[in-house]
């Protein structure tokens, strides 16, 4: 017991200097993520249905989920990228970059596609610093999905539909400002009781080679 506690008389004493450490983590994280823009979210929900005739649900079930999962790939693909912009919906050609390499990486941000394993369902969540712009994106992709997905899947006798329309965020979502700042604070907490340990530590071995010259 009284080995534990010495211990964490360290910590204890120093409460205030971890406490600190915490506190100026969680200021550094939270000004590092204004560094870069803060961005809305627009997310739409597409349906996909396959026709099997005589199958089991279980077999349409993941026949659906097998081509959701090939229409939430072919959502990155460069020949995507284009027919979202030449929708006919009104998104700022200027936001993305001219640089082949730089604007994949760029719309790989911008875009993301995640499949329901329950339903069969594709949810696409588009970002932007405009939230009418995120929610134009969101519409292109859904608009090219529902019109031309068949082209990016093996399967026949599909349906895709837009089963939700975009609901749009009222705050921006990225980067995530609580989860950024949760995250400073406790590496900065971490780092002062690291701090204070190492200290006490050094300390007591100053004292007992100290005590040992004697």
Known sequence: MAYRYAQLSPLL????????????????????????????????????????????????????ERIADGLASAVYYSTFFDKVMASGYNI???????????????????????????????????????????????????????????????????TVQVVDEPLNSRYPVRPNLLINGFSGLALGLLGGAGYILIAAERSRRRHQFMHDED
């Open 92 to 158: 700022d050609p200027t936001y993305f970059s001219d640089d082949a390499i730089k604007l994949r990486d760029q719309w790989e941000k911008t875009v993301t596609a995640a499949v329901s394993r329950s339903s069969g369902s594709l949810s696409i969540t588009a970002y932007h610093p405009d939230v009418e712009q995120a929610e134009q994106i969101a519409q292109a992709v859904a608009y090219v999905l529902t019109t031309e997905g068949w082209t990016y899947t093996s399967g026949g006798n599909i």
């Open 13 to 64: 004493s120093g409460w205030v200097t971890i406490l600190l450490s915490g506190v100026i983590g969680m200021a550094l994280a939270i000004g590092l993520s204004f560094l870069r823009s803060l961005e809305y979210s627009s997310t739409t929900q597409i349906l996909i249905t396959q026709e099997l005739g005589a199958v089991d649900a279980y077999t349409a079930s993941r026949s659906a």
